[in-house]
């Protein structure tokens, strides 16, 4: 089954595998920087994925940036792509004057604004779901932000996050990354990279007030969790089993 586009009740682009009406959802929410994105969430996400199971990827800041800067009608898809590409560039030039605020809003947001506002889209397209629906999150890096204030706003079954980022290497504590997780109900599975530059599970239990729900999982690797197939295997057992329990 091939991904489906829609737009959200805010204007924000999805992709989704399966109907948007079913009881069992996983939303998957990955880091900022996408250029960065790893393989073994991919991997982890198709692991967690069935047949019942409706896959929801919502954008990232910059991604949903560069959604709306090329195809902000979301209704391109159905046309030939020389055509496509026309009417792209047609609205572009249309739209020359917004060029710069749209580069500054892919680019040079504030991250707590960026993350707030983030999570705010996320909790509006919830409330338009499933009431009945069951909703897990796997989240990638500050995608975990994200994930983590949106439950505490409304019901979310399971969170698993790889990588959290409890600390940037080269600012200064940031309260935004951290404050609420002292008030998680939700279970929340960290997997934290020893050696992960934005922190790794001592100083993240040393440091920081964390919720009971709270679990952080030690791995040997760092923030982009490049991991040895046994380390995979096990890794993803791990995930899986949480994520049924």
């Known amino acids: 089954m091939k991904p489906h586009l829609k737009y959200t009740p805010d204007g924000t682009l999805i992709q989704h595998k399966g109907s948007l009406s079913n009881t069992n959802i996983l939303l998957v929410l990955g880091r900022k920087n996408t250029q960065k994105s790893v393989c073994f969430f991919s991997t982890i996400v198709t692991a967690l994925s069935n047949i019942d199971t409706t896959v929801i990827w919502f954008p990232t800041s910059k991604t949903q940036a560069t959604f709306n800067f090329i195809d902000p009608m979301g209704k391109y898809a159905k046309f030939p792509r020389i055509v496509r590409w026309f009417i792209i560039l047609y609205f572009l030039l249309q739209e020359i004057k917004q060029w710069p605020s749209m580069y500054l809003a892919a680019h040079y947001q504030h991250p707590h604004t960026s993350i707030s506002e983030h999570a705010h889209s996320i909790k509006i397209f919830i409330d338009s779901l ?10 990638q890096s500050s995608g975990g932000i994200i994930a983590s204030q949106v439950a505490n706003q409304i019901k979310i079954k399971k969170i698993i996050c790889l990588g959290y980022p409890f600390r940037h290497p080269n600012t200064p504590p940031e ?6 997780l002292a ?15 934005y922190g790794n599970r001592a100083l993240a239990l040393k440091s920081y007030r964390l919720s009971s729900s709270i679990c952080i999982a030690p791995i040997d690797t760092d923030h982009d969790f490049l991991l040895s197939p046994e380390i995979t295997k096990k890794t993803i057992k791990k995930i899986i089993e949480f994520h049924q329990t």
């Not at 998680?184 to 530059?197: A, E, R």
């Open 183 to 197: 008030h998680v109900k939700t279970p929340f599975l960290i997997l934290q990279g020893n050696n992960d530059p």
């Open 175 to 180: 309260k935004y990354r951290t404050q609420h």
């Open 130 to 139: 499933n009431s009945k629906a069951e909703i897990s999150i796997i989240a």
